[in-house]
């Protein structure tokens, strides 16, 4: 009786083991959810925002510049101690839902949760499964370094109250299966209102101008919308896929954050998500249309001048340049938005072409913040915002030197 006592629970034992090791295989995500995880990570740039040391990538401590001071980025790795390796599962897709952290406390929006939000389950659980493929490195980012009482967290449940709609993206059954999944990335995992939507007085994205266009680091993320200047009236649908894919198109190059967004990101996307983003965005109607502007040519006579003398060879007398080399000027969107700190910064600081796999050759522009003054830079600046059709505001030295200082 012994002998049968003891191989039945020899059998129990084996079974028991069994069932552990196939509720493991279970459990383990598949190749083809690590996969898709990779793309959603991929189209939401967290490696821009999440890597302060290139040897060291996912393991967040990048400062994030915010108007209210900076926070740093946390640590996505698997580490169990500084990074995700403890969290579970409900942990991560609150905090990507909800913006609520393991312990209870408040993301500061800086984390795009407000888009976040609007990923479905499976795909917030297959960006996790791709984390968690990352070597785990140890590091602990340093706290908030934001103005007091801004600093307490614990505010956060009153911003959220006001300004945060959490819920998963709702498809247009009026619109093309290309169209929808377009939006679900631009409204979702891209993030691209966190920068390319204007912001209130409390860090919160207007709802009314969306895609209106924001200032970004000293940069101005220019109007996504359909608006005919400063927006992408003039862009086709294959004109943003272009410039996503490679940095450049016939109308634009991408610089600054952007150009991080692109390297980081939409290059490394599918030509089918990317080919869905440019279908949306080329859908969305014109926004609040800008004021008309007339400058009389006196006042863009010192602009022609310097412009004449620094940047025919490149751009042309008549500001053609030579496209997806050096940028046309005429009818270029980020010449002609409201605000022009992206094209102060460019004439301040220079320019590198970006490369890409579909765009290798590079191309540059040098920095004029030793040899012009701020009245030259201004006068020039008004020049090429204002010549061969474009037109736009007034640009004063006084906003150069802020640019300067920025």
């Not at 493991?24 to 991929?42: C, F, K, M, W, Y």
């Not at 109308?251 to 996307?269: C, E, F, I, K």
């Not at 059709?389 to 030295?397: E, F, I, R, S």
Request: glycine residues 10%; hydrophobic residues 40%.
């Amino acid at each position: 009786m012994q002998g049968r006592h003891d191989g039945t629970r020899a059998i129990l034992a084996i079974l028991v083991l069994c069932s552990a090791f196939l509720g493991a295989a279970q459990a383990e995500p598949s190749v083809e959810t690590i996969a898709r995880g990779r793309a959603l990570t991929d189209a939401a740039d967290c490696a821009t925002c999440h890597t302060a040391d290139p040897a060291k990538p996912f393991a967040g401590g990048k400062r994030i510049g915010t108007p209210f001071g900076g926070v740093y980025s946390a640590n996505l790795t698997p580490d169990r101690d500084t990074g995700l390796g403890a969290w579970s599962d409900e942990d991560f897709v609150r905090a990507f839902r909800y913006g609520i952290a393991p312990d209870g406390s408040r993301y500061f929006p800086a984390f795009p949760y407000p888009h976040f939000t609007k990923l479905i389950r499976p795909d917030i659980l297959a960006i996790r499964a791709y984390l968690d493929t990352l070597p785990p490195v140890r590091n602990t980012p340093p706290p908030p370094q934001l103005r007091w009482p801004l600093n307490y967290r614990v505010l956060m449940r009153v911003w959220n109250f006001a300004f945060f709609r959490p819920g998963i993206f709702e498809p247009d059954q009026n619109k093309s299966v290309e169209w929808n999944r377009g939006g679900y990335l631009v409204e979702g995992a891209a993030h691209c209102g966190a920068c390319h939507t204007p912001r209130n007085f409390f860090g919160a994205e207007k709802r009314g101008r969306m895609f209106g266009g924001g200032p970004v680091d000293g940069w101005f993320a220019p109007r996504l919308d359909g608006a005919e200047r400063s927006g992408l009236k003039s862009w086709s649908a294959d004109d943003i896929a272009e410039y996503l894919q490679s940095g450049r198109n016939g109308h634009s190059h991408a610089s600054g954050p952007m150009a991080d967004v692109v390297l980081n990101s939409t290059s490394r996307m599918s030509d089918a998500d990317v080919r869905a983003i440019a279908i949306y965005l080329k859908d969305l109607p014109p926004g609040t249309p800008e004021p008309a502007v007339a400058l009389a040519p006196a006042q863009l006579a010192e602009g022609e001048k310097l412009y004449k003398a620094a940047c025919v060879a490149c751009h042309e007398a008549d500001g053609s340049g030579a496209p997806r080399i050096y940028p046309p000027l005429p009818g270029n969107a980020n010449l002609q938005s409201a605000n022009p700190n992206s094209t102060l910064r460019i004439i301040l600081d220079g320019a590198q072409t970006i490369t890409t796999p579909r765009a290798p050759n590079k191309g540059s522009m040098p920095a004029y913040a030793k040899q012009w003054s701020d009245q030259q830079i201004a006068d020039v600046t008004n020049y090429i915002r204002n010549s061969w059709g474009n037109a736009a505001a007034l640009v004063t030295p006084a906003q150069v030197a802020k640019a300067r200082r920025d």
